[in-house]
């Protein structure tokens, strides 16, 4: 007769099991577990896909990129450099035997290239380059590479005490992380491996960048806004350059907006590449696939009839089709343009996120694919169907409870149908809970099935929360998306208190605990929210402005402002119209938590210290987060989580009383 276990051992082993197994909520301090896995490329026998990984050092506060290698079959996976040295951007030699990266290990102040054999051994250093090196790409010979190079700072022979004056003629003269912008230029390089001798194959005041070889290896296509005064336009065209010193520079499109994106065809004798849907200066524009021959000629407009926008173009490896991406409706599918048959089908759909294609063979690709509840990793598409590569998010995932997601529609006041994302605790989305609306940025961008962490994040602290996708977004086509043009906080406001009626509605949103927050245009949206709704308890805006004619000439986008509102002296009006949440800043009654990145070009602090003075001197509660050394995006982790903490701290202190 077997001895059965003590019945105290019993419950011992039970306990512990059951705590293995519970999963704590998501919560900010594990933003610094999660992983970005990015930049696949595949080895030319298609066994093998080199990708990066970028994971948070805590000890330096930054994130730290190492590269991978991971089996088709799915079978092996293997990291290839370690230590406290970033690597990114691997690219295979033709040949198979090498992988070039970008590295600025051994060069503090500058990236360069480096190789790897991939037979084993440590990578060894290429370049020896002065300027900041962005991009590569191999020839298709493997002996020379190009390189997308900014021209160099001027140093001086002795180091200075006192900087040099920053001398500024330029119209369009700061942009955000890049600061203040004088001459120093990006241009193509022509690198051969061998001899080690740099050649320059573009110059000028202008800016080139997306260099593509043909796959003959005798000329480079690449983008490049050759206008009068590039500073005044957002055109953009693509031209092509002899692979050679002094090599001749033809320009192949000449629409009025942007071309950019080019892709050579396998046979070389097309050019897919992604062209703006106006030929003049907007900023609510969409991208159309578009198709060429090789000189330029024949151009097809192969995705106009969608009204969608494209991304990312890549042919299939026969060359008979063009897959990419469309933004949906919260959806981002893959689609393929039939060359033949000039029809568009879709090739996989979802409720998830894809970001990139690369193909493997014909029909079958690498992605970036995400979901709700987990970040980008790599997946195979084989016939319409995934298959998971790597499990970088795994280790993390399986230890965090995520809240819960679900779609959900509304109606504003003038009947307009809107489309949103509810985010709850768990999946009980009967009852009622304190209520965040979080907006997005942009604001032509879309709320979609992608991993949201800072609003898991405040769901998994115990609220509802929403996101919206007003009008201004991306993906219900050209008319809903061109719907604010010069009249900001009009429309998208209707669409966002359509969306919290819906919810209070439902039963979802208690009406008596209603917050609202967001980051950039989602920061600007929420100051017209709680200038124009009293209903709101609590307040988070990040990176936003409201004083919008004060914005002119402090921040990056004065064409905009000079293309769609006009120049302040000759339209006041329209300023005054955009600068509501200021001007009428006496009747918020919000308590209101501003934040903002010291470095920010793009919407500068400004913008966040006039609202908190006008609240301040109206005795509005109100606090002022200033993150130093930081842009329009906050990237440092440990302000990344602060930032996460201090929400759910002051959503708290006002709508859990």
């Known amino acids: 007769m077997k001895k059965s276990l003590p019945i105290i051992l019993l419950v011992f082993l039970s306990s512990a099991a059951i705590a293995q197994s519970v999963k704590k909520p998501f919560q900010p301090s594990d933003f610094y577990k999660i992983p970005t896995v990015s930049d696949p490329d595949i080895s030319p026998d298609k066994q093998w896909i080199a990708y990066s990984v970028a994971e948070v050092d805590t000890a330096k506060d930054k994130r730290v990129s190492h590269l991978w290698m991971q089996s088709w079959d799915g079978k092996q996976s293997l990291q290839l450099t370690h230590g406290p ?38 990578g060894r250093k290429l370049t020896n380059v002065k300027g900041d090196l962005d991009d590569y790409a191999w020839s298709p010979d493997g002996r020379k590479v190009v390189l997308v190079m900014q021209d160099p700072e001027e140093k001086l022979k002795e180091p200075a005490k006192t900087p040099k004056p920053i001398v500024i003629d330029r119209y369009h003269f700061k942009q955000d992380r890049e600061g203040y ?14 001899t080690k001798k740099l050649d320059t194959l573009t110059n000028g005041d202008f800016d080139d960048a997306s260099p593509e070889w043909s796959p003959d290896g005798k000329v480079i296509a690449f983008v490049s806004n050759r206008s009068p005064d590039p500073d005044k336009n957002e055109n953009t065209d693509i031209f092509s350059v002899e692979a050679k010193a002094k090599g001749a520079v033809k320009q192949l499109t000449n629409w009025g907006g942007h071309d950019n994106h080019p892709k050579w065809s396998p046979d070389g004798k097309y050019i897919a590449y992604l062209r703006q849907n106006t030929d003049s200066y907007t900023m609510y524009d969409m991208n159309i696939l578009c198709v060429m021959n090789a000189d330029g000629t024949n151009i097809t407009l192969a995705s106009a009839a969608l009204d969608r926008p494209a991304d990312a173009p890549e042919w299939s490896t ?107 605790p768990d999946s009980l989305t009967n009852r009622k809970l304190p209520f965040i609306l979080y907006i997005h940025g942009g604001p032509v961008a879309q709320d979609d099935y992608s991993f949201d962490a800072t609003r898991q994040v405040l769901a998994s602290a115990g609220y509802a929360v929403a996101a919206v996708n007003y009008r201004g977004s991306s993906g219900r086509g050209i008319n809903y998306t061109t719907a604010i043009n ?60 409201a004083l919008q004619i004060a914005n002119y000439g402090i921040d990056q986008y004065v064409l905009q402002y000079d293309n769609e509102l006009g120049q302040p002296w000759k339209s006041m009006e329209a300023y005054n119209k955009i600068s509501y949440p200021f001007l009428h800043a006496d009747r918020i009654k919000t308590p209101v938590l501003f934040m903002s990145g010291l470095k920010d070009f793009n919407v500068p602090t400004a913008g966040s210290e006039h609202m908190y003075q006008a609240l301040k001197s109206l005795g509005v509660p109100a606090e002022l987060i200033l993150y130093p050394d930081q842009n329009h995006g906050i990237s440092k982790p440990s302000y990344q989580v602060d930032r996460e903490v201090r929400y759910i701290k002051w959503f708290d202190k006002y709508l859990k009383k």
């Not at 912008?181 to 061998?194: A, G, N, Q, T, V």
């Not at 990793?377 to 409870?401: M, N, S």
């Open 85 to 122: 040295e970033p690597a990114s951007k691997p690219k295979w030699s033709p040949d198979g035997k090498y992988l070039a990266f970008l590295s600025s290990r051994e060069s503090k102040d500058t990236t360069q290239l480096w190789l790897m054999d991939r037979r084993g051994g440590e």
């Open 181 to 194: 912008l004088e001459h120093r230029r990006k241009h193509l390089y022509l690198f051969d491996i061998s």
């Open 318 to 424: 026969d060359g008979k089709s063009i897959n990419f991406l469309v933004d949906d409706d919260m959806e981002r599918y893959v689609a393929g343009y039939n060359l033949q048959s000039k029809k568009i089908t879709t090739i996989a759909s979802g409720k998830f996120n894809i970001d990139g294609i690369t193909a493997h063979t014909a029909g079958d690709f690498v992605v970036k694919y995400g979901t709700s509840y987990m970040p980008f990793e790599l997946y195979a598409l084989e016939g319409g169907k995934f298959r998971r590569l790597t499990h970088h998010q795994q280790a993390w995932l399986d230890k965090v409870k995520l809240a819960y997601v679900k779609p959900f529609r509304s109606v504003s006041k003038d009947g307009t149908q809107v489309s949103g994302l509810l985010f709850t």
């Open 486 to 545: 010069a009249d900001w906080g009009n429309k998208e406001v209707m669409d966002l208190q359509g969306a919290v009626d819906e919810l209070v509605k439902q039963g979802v949103a208690d009406p008596d605990r209603l917050g609202v927050g967001g980051w950039s245009y989602g920061g600007i949206l929420t100051d017209f929210m709680i200038a124009s709704d009293i209903r709101f308890k609590a307040a988070a805006s990040g990176a936003g402005s």
